[in-house]
């Protein structure tokens, strides 16, 4: 619920009372409440989802609300047709959860916080991110994503695109881009400290461990993950639902993979360094981009906070912003879709190598390839082949077969790494 404070000048008084009666809405109207000369202020309690709908029917009508106008949380309201407006709004025809545009702008500011909380809090999941890649445990992982404060960010730069409103553009886009530039100094610091200090050995393929090599190539699934993530923020916000875990869910698409470029730079691999960070890029971008199309889906417009349809120069900011990160996402959804593209090809080139009948009794566990952009300079892919065959069979031209067939299929020549596990029979007894 919430109570609507408006100070009304006097010759928009009548317009104003108007529209409330015949929208059924009690008020109180209380003569010379501020300073200002010959106005009235009037005080109105509704149910947060008919917020929008009013005021904007106050604009409509020609009220100017951008000089006072107040929104605040109720607990309860006792009014003759309170009751009506709640069976309209909340349950009825008109039911529609979606907060109102200064609502939706003060949610997006609260959740910024101050450079010390914002970067110490970024810190800490970057390095327990790090850790957990490290320890290969998707517990630790997750634990970093409960404490990343990127939700933030994400939500003020899409908040601010489709209001239009330069300030959280610039503090939402800087503090993110800040925020991840620090989670992947963080990460490459611990990397090269637990490295050096023998904690985790030298010779260890970080990219063969399974929480990091899921991290160093985007793909459909983790672009899904993404905008899936930035939806889900962008609804929570326009809508009053908690943004706690969404928070979690953007995290999960945005600070393993910054962790997973800090590994890659210490670990000297530009495989596992360059593939997180374009993991990393596209899904900044498309979380962003998810959270103004749901937003815009849900009714929020540049030129709908105040009633008027702004011209391209006022509308500047928000459409920079849009440009900006359209302009990355194609360069990034470029190499993604090359790799995509590139993944189908190896595996159905290892899959029609094992459906042969001389390798029939192999099964396929897992297929990972090396990213497009590591190799713009060198014509060789690495590919690794994991499988499993019965215990005490034999198949030393399965890597011949394999890399003949990809190059067939792909046009380039790869290095394959095909590891295979024995596959226990287990009797009944």
Same mark, same amino acid.
């Not at 908040?159 to 991840?180: H, P, Q, W």
């Not at 103004?292 to 912003?321: D, F, K, Q």
């Given at each position: 619920?919430?109570?609507?404070?408006?100070?009304?000048?006097?010759?928009?008084?009548?317009?104003?009372?108007?529209?409330?009666?015949?929208?059924?809405?009690?008020?109180?109207?209380?003569?010379?409440?501020?300073?200002?000369?010959?106005?009235?202020?009037?005080?109105?309690?509704?149910?947060?989802?008919?917020?929008?709908?009013?005021?904007?029917?106050?604009?409509?009508?020609?009220?100017?609300?951008?000089?006072?106008?107040?929104?605040?949380?109720?607990?309860?309201?006792?009014?003759?047709?309170?009751?009506?407006?709640?069976?309209?709004?909340?349950?009825?025809?008109?039911?529609?959860?979606?907060?109102?545009?200064?609502?939706?702008?003060?949610?997006?500011?609260?959740?910024?916080?101050?450079?010390?909380?914002?970067?110490?809090?970024?810190?800490?999941?970057?390095?327990?991110?790090?850790?957990?890649?490290? #320890?290969?445990?998707?517990?630790?992982?997750?634990?970093?994503?409960?404490?990343?404060?990127?939700?933030?960010?994400?939500?003020?730069?899409?908040?601010?695109?489709?209001?239009?409103?330069?300030?959280?553009?610039?503090?939402? #886009?800087?503090?993110?881009?800040?925020?991840?530039?620090?989670?992947?100094?963080?990460?490459?610091?611990?990397?090269?400290?637990?490295?050096?200090?023998? @904690?985790?050995?030298?010779?260890?393929?970080?990219?063969?461990?399974?929480?990091?090599?899921?991290?160093? $190539?985007?793909?459909?699934?983790?672009?899904? *993950?993404?905008?899936?993530?930035?939806?889900?923020?962008?609804?929570?916000?326009?809508?009053?639902?908690?943004?706690?875990? *969404?928070?979690?869910?953007?995290?999960?698409?945005?600070?393993?993979?910054?962790?997973? @470029?800090?590994?890659?730079?210490?670990? =000297? #691999?530009?495989? *596992?360094?360059?593939?997180?960070?374009? #993991?990393?890029?596209?899904?900044?971008?498309?979380?962003?981009?998810?959270? @103004?199309?749901?937003?815009?889906?849900?009714?929020?417009?540049?030129?709908?906070?105040?009633?008027?349809?702004?011209?391209?120069?006022?509308?500047?900011?928000?459409?920079?912003?849009? =440009?900006?990160?359209?302009? /990355?996402?194609?360069?990034?959804?470029?190499?993604?879709?090359?790799?995509? $593209?590139?993944?189908?090809?190896?595996?159905?080139?290892?899959?029609?190598?094992?459906?042969?009948?001389?390798?029939?009794? /192999?099964?396929?566990?897992?297929?990972?390839?090396?990213?497009?952009?590591?190799?713009?300079?060198?014509?060789?892919?690495?590919?690794? @082949?994991?499988?499993?065959?019965?215990?005490?069979?034999?198949?030393?031209?399965?890597?011949?077969?394999?890399?003949?067939?990809?190059?067939?299929?792909?046009?380039?020549?790869?290095?394959?790494?095909?590891?295979?596990?024995?596959?226990?029979?287990? $009797?009944?007894?």
């Amino acid at each position: 619920m919430r109570l609507i404070k408006l100070v009304v000048p006097d010759g928009q008084r009548e317009t104003v009372l108007d529209v409330l009666r015949t929208e059924n809405i009690d008020r109180v109207v209380t003569e010379d409440a501020s300073e200002r000369d010959a106005s009235t202020l009037v005080e109105f309690p509704l149910p947060t989802q008919a917020v929008e709908y009013v005021l904007g029917e106050l604009r409509e009508a020609g009220l100017d609300d951008t000089n006072y106008t107040v929104i605040a949380t109720a607990e309860t309201a006792k009014t003759t047709h309170y009751n009506e407006l709640e069976n309209r709004f909340v349950a009825g025809v008109e039911e529609d959860d979606s907060v109102a545009h200064e609502e939706i702008r003060a949610k997006a500011l609260d959740m910024h916080r101050n450079p010390l909380t914002y970067y110490a809090m970024t810190l800490f999941s970057a390095v327990v991110a790090a850790a957990g890649l490290l #320890l290969n445990s998707a517990a630790i992982v997750v634990g970093a994503m409960v404490i990343a404060p990127q939700v933030g960010s994400a939500m003020m730069s899409s908040v601010g695109i489709v209001l239009n409103d330069r300030k959280l553009i610039g503090l939402g #886009l800087k503090s993110l881009a800040g925020g991840l530039t620090a989670a992947v100094l963080a990460g490459t610091v611990l990397a090269f400290a637990l490295k050096a200090g023998g @904690v985790v050995p030298a010779t260890l393929d970080v990219s063969a461990v399974a929480q990091v090599s899921q991290r160093t $190539s985007p793909g459909l699934l983790a672009l899904a *993950v993404a905008v899936c993530a930035g939806a889900a923020g962008a609804f929570g916000l326009s809508t009053g639902l908690s943004e706690a875990l *969404v928070g979690v869910m953007i995290a999960a698409a945005l600070i393993p993979a910054a962790a997973a @470029v800090g590994i890659g730079v210490a670990w =000297g #691999l530009p495989a *596992v360094a360059l593939g997180a960070l374009a #993991l990393l890029v596209v899904n900044t971008v498309a979380v962003n981009l998810a959270g @103004v199309l749901a937003l815009v889906y849900l009714g929020y417009r540049p030129w709908t906070g105040n009633g008027t349809r702004s011209g391209l120069r006022r509308l500047a900011p928000a459409l920079v912003a849009l =440009g900006v990160l359209l302009a /990355v996402f194609a360069v990034s959804g470029t190499v993604m879709a090359g790799q995509v $593209s590139f993944d189908r090809d190896i595996n159905d080139a290892v899959e029609t190598t094992l459906d042969q009948p001389a390798y029939a009794a /192999v099964d396929l566990e897992t297929v990972r390839t090396q990213v497009i952009l590591t190799s713009l300079s060198d014509d060789r892919r690495e590919v690794a @082949v994991v499988v499993s065959r019965p215990t005490g069979e034999s198949y030393p031209g399965l890597p011949q077969a394999l890399a003949e067939r990809i190059e067939t299929r792909t046009g380039h020549a790869v290095d394959i790494e095909l590891t295979i596990h024995d596959r226990r029979r287990f $009797s009944p007894n």
